[in-house]
């Protein structure tokens, strides 16, 4: 079989819930979040996971809590990677998209011009998260050329790999993908190259959980 990567954002926080700026460490799941994480391990705590990946933020660990409980045998270790952290925001720390507009404008433009390049306040550029978390996705692909791979990070960082492996522009990462709280995005690595198989998969999510997309 070939290898395939299982890419599951973190389930909703405060900061989400109200649309919040968030790459901080020591953030907790909502009950709601915390359901989330459950309903997930509930469904796929059967598939054979050849290893585990994470960002090391509290919220993106939090969401493999109940999958460890429920594989306590046949869990692989989870293998945190910096790489894997949400797109520091710098400045725009808890900050709402109004807010930093007020705050930090000519900054804010920039930025939605071109993410890639430009970074929020004090933060990072998208092009850099591009680089850390395509390391991390050598790694698995050099190490696993097979198999099942879990990997949890965040809204920014999801996108920007999901871009990175599509062949799209980091810059337009922002304007192409949604990525809602506790999708699932499956993307098979044949020989052919990546094939997108599950984008924003919430079917194992019970219809009162289950986020909105936009449109």
């Given at each position: 079989?070939?290898?395939?990567?299982?890419?599951?954002?973190?389930?909703?926080?405060?900061?989400?819930?109200?649309?919040?700026?968030?790459?901080?460490?020591?953030?907790?799941?909502?009950?709601?979040?915390?359901a989330?994480?459950?309903w997930?391990?509930?469904?796929?705590?059967?598939?054979?996971?050849t290893?585990?990946?994470?960002?090391?933020?509290n919220?993106?660990?939090?969401?493999?809590?109940?999958l460890?409980?429920?594989?306590?045998?046949?869990?692989?270790?989870i293998?945190?990677?910096?790489?894997?952290?949400?797109?520091?925001?710098?400045?725009?720390?808890?900050?709402?998209?109004?807010?930093?507009?007020?705050?930090?404008?000519d900054?804010?433009?920039?930025?939605?011009?071109?993410?890639?390049?430009?970074?929020?306040?004090?933060?990072?550029?998208g092009?850099?998260?591009?680089?850390?978390?395509?390391?991390?996705?050598?790694?698995?692909?050099?190490?696993?050329p097979?198999?099942?791979?879990?990997?949890?990070s965040?809204?920014?960082?999801?996108?920007?790999m999901?871009?990175?492996?599509?062949?799209?522009?980091?810059?337009?990462?922002r304007?192409?993908?949604?990525?809602?709280?506790a999708?699932?995005?499956?993307?098979?690595?044949?020989?052919y190259?990546p094939?997108?198989?599950?984008?924003?998969?919430?079917?194992?999510?019970?219809?009162?959980?289950?986020?909105k997309?936009?449109?």
């Amino acid at each position: 079989m070939p290898l395939k990567l299982y890419l599951l954002r973190n389930g909703e926080t405060e900061d989400c819930k109200a649309r919040r700026y968030c790459s901080r460490d020591g953030i907790s799941l909502t009950p709601r979040g915390e359901a989330m994480a459950g309903w997930f391990a509930e469904t796929y705590q059967n598939l054979h996971w050849t290893a585990i990946f994470s960002s090391p933020l509290n919220h993106a660990l939090a969401m493999l809590k109940p999958l460890c409980g429920a594989l306590k045998t046949a869990m692989p270790d989870i293998q945190t990677r910096d790489g894997l952290r949400e797109l520091n925001f710098g400045n725009w720390e808890g900050f709402s998209a109004d807010e930093v507009n007020q705050k930090f404008h000519d900054d804010y433009m920039r930025w939605l011009a071109d993410p890639a390049w430009n970074a929020p306040t004090g933060g990072e550029k998208g092009i850099r998260v591009a680089r850390r978390s395509s390391a991390v996705l050598t790694e698995i692909e050099d190490r696993y050329p097979s198999g099942n791979v879990l990997i949890v990070s965040h809204k920014g960082t999801l996108r920007i790999m999901l871009c990175s492996l599509l062949g799209v522009d980091v810059g337009r990462y922002r304007d192409r993908l949604t990525l809602p709280v506790a999708s699932l995005t499956v993307v098979s690595i044949a020989g052919y190259g990546p094939f997108v198989e599950a984008l924003n998969d919430f079917t194992y999510l019970p219809p009162d959980l289950r986020p909105k997309l936009p449109g």
